[in-house]
């Protein structure tokens, strides 16, 4: 079983930065996307971002586009997620979750396509 853990979320002021993290453990895929969601009370969950096994290709939501950057660290089983220019509406439960991938050149925005879900870290950007 493939275990997710979130870290680095907290409360900033718009416009400050947070650097998310998530560590892989447990059974490993030797090929594997990465992703990341959000959701917000009261909202559905959301995409945000992904990157392909090989780390070369990656997807962000249109929303994001421009301000945050994921990236991985294969030889450290994690993966980031650098967030800058935060504004309010990026308040929310931020989730890594991953999937067996065959592609080394897309990595998927839908939720269903997940199979492993971390439990979430919470970002707070005060106006």
């Known amino acids: 079983q493939v275990q997710l853990v979130e870290s680095g979320g907290g409360l900033v002021q718009a416009g400050g930065s947070l650097r998310l993290s998530c560590a892989a453990s447990g059974r490993t895929f030797s090929r594997f996307a990465m992703g990341w969601f959000r959701q917000a009370p009261g909202k559905e969950r959301e995409f945000v971002a992904a990157i392909t096994w090989s780390g070369t290709n990656t997807n962000y939501a249109d929303s994001v586009k421009g301000r945050f950057t994921i990236s991985r660290d294969n030889t450290k089983d994690t993966v980031y997620l650098q967030m800058n220019s935060l504004k309010p509406e990026d308040t929310a439960v931020y989730y890594c979750?991953?999937?067996?991938?065959?592609?080394?050149?897309?990595?998927?925005?839908?939720?269903?396509?997940?199979?492993?879900w971390g439990q979430g870290t919470q970002v707070t950007v005060s106006s």
């Open positions: 979750a991953a999937y067996r991938s065959y592609s080394a050149n897309v990595a998927s925005r839908l939720n269903h396509e997940y199979d492993y």
